[in-house]
């Protein structure tokens, strides 16, 4: 039995969201008797809107980063499980100006129907609705939960790329063009020490022994694509840059925006090790990085471990991901 720090299994999210409000009540409302949050000024006329979400359990993601230059809303599923449709589509009403609202979705089976059905339920109603789908994962092609490469913390810049967009007043088609762009330029990795455990189950997803690591994890407690001794920060490093680079290679010089993500149970102690084990070695291929982002960013409950994104930057991508956001869990260096 895995010990948290509630009241019933059954009411998580429903009394996190309670606590969100209460305690963020001057910039945040919900949208009554749904999961959906929004910020408290919506909708923003002139201004295309933007939407993410998916199931609890990977905070500070998605509510985290509702504020100026990045989200508008968050819809939240129960605890690893999609939004309902209904929930997905109160959220586009409550936050379309009639500029149109951009849906920044996960490639998860369940996100992607889900936030499709409700698109096509708004544009019914004359709503401009488009939306991209994040798939920065190089861990996996196919999974169980995905057809394709999942979404995981390479959303977080898609948020604030596409967000800072918005905020300057672009069409929606803009918006979803830079989405779009920042899809294509992100990619990401993780590796786990330790699994999770879903309040409702109170168990293990997977079990690993103490000289034990999973590498290519996914951000729903699902176990990784290989499992291996556990060796030291540089050799996780070594494991997690080498698919990425392979992947989206980088070309000396270049520039980049370097994210360490812990998965909601690694000291920021180890996440530092392992992001100037990182730095290092794209330091020596001549890899530059722009900006740097360490902590929790999109975690999976208590599990142990990291993740490594790499979003490769030009000019207008520059601009875009410091330009000023007050998301209270998006912090520039």
């Known amino acids: ?100 609202v951009c849906l920044i979705v996960k490639n998860y089976t369940g996100d992607v129907m889900n936030f499709d059905m409700a698109a096509e339920l708004a544009a019914e109603e004359g709503i401009q609705v488009e939306h991209v789908i994040v798939k920065d994962d190089v861990a996996v092609e196919d999974s169980t939960f995905t057809s394709g490469r999942r979404g995981i913390a390479g959303t977080i810049f898609v948020h604030k790329l596409a967000g800072a967009k918005a905020e300057q007043g672009a069409s929606l088609k803009e918006v979803k063009s830079i989405a779009q762009k920042t899809v294509s330029h992100v990619r990401s990795m993780g590796v786990a020490l330790s699994s999770c455990a879903i309040p409702a189950i109170g168990e293990t997803n997977f079990t690993l022994a103490d000289d034990e690591m999973e590498v290519g994890i996914g951000i729903h407690g699902e176990p990784g694509i290989f499992r291996t001794a556990l060796t030291e920060a540089k050799g996780i490093a070594k494991q997690l840059v080498e698919p990425i680079l392979a992947d989206m290679p980088l070309e000396k010089g270049a520039e980049i925006a370097l994210m360490v993500n812990g998965m909601g149970a690694t000291p920021e102690m180890e996440l530092y090790i392992l992001y100037k084990e990182v730095h290092q070695l794209l330091n020596k291929r001549g890899i530059m990085v722009y900006q740097s982002f360490v902590g929790e960013y999109m975690t999976s409950l208590e599990m142990g471990g990291a993740s490594i994104t790499i979003l490769k930057l030009d000019e207008e991508l520059k601009s875009l991901l410091i330009a000023e956001s007050d998301a209270p869990h998006f912090m520039m260096r």
Do not use: C, W
């Open 1 to 100: 039995m895995i010990k948290k720090i509630i009241n019933h299994p059954e009411a998580v999210v429903q009394e996190m969201m309670e606590g969100i409000i209460l305690a963020d009540a001057n910039r945040l409302k919900r949208i009554d008797e749904t999961k959906v949050i929004t910020k408290k000024e919506v909708p923003i006329e002139n201004k295309v809107a933007l939407i993410s979400g998916g199931g609890s359990g990977h905070e500070p993601a998605h509510v985290g980063y509702i504020g100026k230059g990045m989200l508008d809303a968050a819809v939240l599923g129960e605890v690893f499980t999609s939004p309902t449709v209904d929930e997905v589509y109160q959220a586009i009403k409550a936050v379309d100006s009639g500029s149109g």
